[in-house]
């Protein structure tokens, strides 16, 4: 006899009937429930063997127990019967095209989740990296809880006390000018253009496991995805990529990052001249007024080209 533990799968030996000349059979899920008297009582055992293709050497095939208590299957038990693949199930030329495509991503899926490797916990030095540099770009940074509508935007801001009234009002026209520069109305600014995600010639998709999180770090990476997905700066997705997430702190505030260095090592970089310093600090000679602007969640305003989302999953 084999026994199915409970809640889980079990590889089980079985016996086939070869008809002459097959060589390939097509097994088709099927849960089943039989009775039996066990503890005195009448007792129902749910397991289920999954769809799969069989050949003449397949000896075991996988089959899951539904219950919270084993069950014990006696040899010679009947657990389902095997069809032609050619007769029972559809050619290529009988699919829709979505059907094949969606046939193909599920295909690429189970393959990446065989080829996960271990889990392997971030490094001291991994965490080093992740730490964003004092004073660099709030990338994870929303818009406040309390949403402001863009006809408070002047009375919201805070003015230097020195400033004459001719300085503070000319001030004033020109914030005014630029309110769609302010997360006004509880939303991220957008900027137009997109981000292409070219790979190096041969690139397959990358699934990474997940790294191990707390309690408490869950909750952070949970907010944080759903704040996201409230800005619409995210969407759900069924990609084949996959990218694992950690907490890192900065001012001793957690702070969720996507750790994209695999993908990083497979995309062809940008390359553009870098302005010189000297250029940039002649252009503010003369200058009376100097400005520092920090982009609020500046990575998340720039929108990524539509098929290369997949590519970013996390």
């Not at 055992?45 to 299957?73: G, W």
């Not at 540099?133 to 230097?160: A, F, Q, W």
């Not at 690139?203 to 496991?209: D, N, P, R």
């Not at 191990?212 to 944080?224: F, L, M, T, W, Y």
Request: glycine share 6%; hydrophobic share 35%; charged share 30%.
């Amino acid at each position: 006899a084999i026994e199915l533990k409970p809640e889980s799968m079990t590889s089980v030996p079985i016996q086939v009937e070869w008809k002459e000349g097959q060589e390939e059979g097509f097994i088709e899920r099927c849960s089943i429930i039989a009775d039996s008297r066990e503890r005195g009582e009448e007792c129902l055992k749910p397991y289920s063997v999954a769809d799969c293709l069989i050949s003449r050497e397949t000896s075991h095939v996988q089959m899951i127990n539904f219950a919270p208590y084993s069950v014990k299957l006696e040899k010679g038990h009947v657990i389902r019967y095997m069809y032609d693949p050619g007769g029972a199930l559809n050619s290529k030329e009988t699919l829709q095209a979505e059907e094949i495509k969606a046939g193909e991503m599920k295909a690429l899926l189970i393959r990446a989740q065989l080829e996960k490797k271990p889990v392997v916990p971030p490094t001291k030095e991994d965490m080093e990296l992740s730490r964003p540099v004092e004073g660099g770009p709030k990338t994870l940074e929303t818009p406040d809880s309390e949403i402001i509508p863009s006809e408070r935007l002047l009375s919201e801001m805070h003015y230097n006390p020195e400033l004459s009234k001719e300085q503070r009002k000319a001030l004033e026209e020109i914030v005014w000018k630029n309110k769609d520069a302010f997360g006004l109305d509880g939303r991220l600014g957008h900027y137009p253009a997109e981000v292409e995600i070219n790979l190096r010639p041969g690139t397959k998709e990358i699934s990474l496991a997940p790294y191990g999180a707390s309690p408490a770090k869950r909750e952070v990476i949970d907010k944080q995805v759903e704040d996201w997905l409230k800005l619409d700066v995210i969407e759900p997705s069924k990609s084949a990529w996959g990218f694992p997430v950690l907490i890192v702190y900065r001012n001793n505030k957690p702070r969720m990052c996507i750790d994209y260095r695999k993908l990083n090592a497979v995309s062809i970089p940008d390359k553009f001249p870098l302005p010189k310093q000297t250029d940039i600090l002649n252009a503010l000679n003369g200058a009376q007024f100097l400005t520092t602007l920090d982009a609020l969640a500046g990575f998340t305003q720039l929108k990524v080209r539509e098929e290369d989302r997949p590519k970013t999953a996390f």
